[in-house]
């Protein structure tokens, strides 16, 4: 059960993501675009934007001129291929460590993007929102898993523990000793002595 909730959410966010690139990103006064951008848009720009400038002109250049602007944008342009690596990776399921470390890394990428709306007096849309909360849902994916199997392990201790105090049988006198001292009564403890005095119907 706690599996299949994993899985769930983990295909869940994944078809969000992928609706996401289909979605207006930004908008604002910074937007000089006929239409407002799709994500698809956004992340093609990121990507390719710093090897087409260096292309042209020289990494010393690229980090010369709006040096903050510049890195904002190569780093944005990499968290869409971390992410794909990731889960690629939580698919195979051999690495979880390093899965594990790459989600931190895609967390601590993502406020260069913010950068990049602040520098250029654009805001989020839709597109951008979903496009965060799809990729938490697929890379915690795995915390919702153990959470779950947790609670259900947790839930399952309770109900054997609750099933242990209980005497299936007539309750003799040591026997009812035991159940209030939440110690499990044993079967065989009920006919120990032939002269018991039992207890019930």
């Known amino acids: 059960m706690a599996k ?11 078809l969000v993501y992928a609706v996401s690139f289909f979605l207006s990103f930004v908008g604002g006064p910074g937007d000089y675009t006929p239409k407002p951008p799709f ?7 990121w990507f390719f934007f710093p090897w087409i400038y260096v292309h042209w002109h ?43 470390v790459l989600r ?4 601590l990428m993502l406020p260069f993007s913010w950068v990049l709306f602040l520098d250029q007096h654009v805001y989020p849309r ?11 849902l697929v890379l915690f994916s795995t915390e919702l898993e153990n959470r779950q199997f947790q609670m259900e392990s947790v839930s399952r201790q309770k109900s054997v523990h609750k099933s242990l105090c209980f005497c299936p049988v007539r309750l003799c006198n040591s026997c009812v000793a035991y159940s209030e001292k939440s110690i499990p009564c044993v079967r065989e403890r009920c006919y120990a002595s032939p002269s018991s005095d039992y207890r019930g119907g």
């Open 126 to 136: 839709e597109g951008y929102f979903l496009w965060i909360g799809a990729m938490l």
């Open 104 to 107: 931190y890394v895609i967390l």
């Open 4 to 14: 299949r909730y994993g899985r769930t959410a983990f295909w869940l966010g994944f």
């Open 58 to 100: 020289s990494m010393a250049s690229f980090l010369a001129d709006a040096p903050i602007e510049n890195v904002s944008i190569a780093i944005s342009g990499w968290i869409n291929p971390v992410f794909f690596l990731v889960v690629i990776l939580q698919v195979i399921g051999k690495t979880p460590r390093l899965s594990k």
């Open 39 to 45: 994500g698809a848009d956004c992340a093609f720009d």
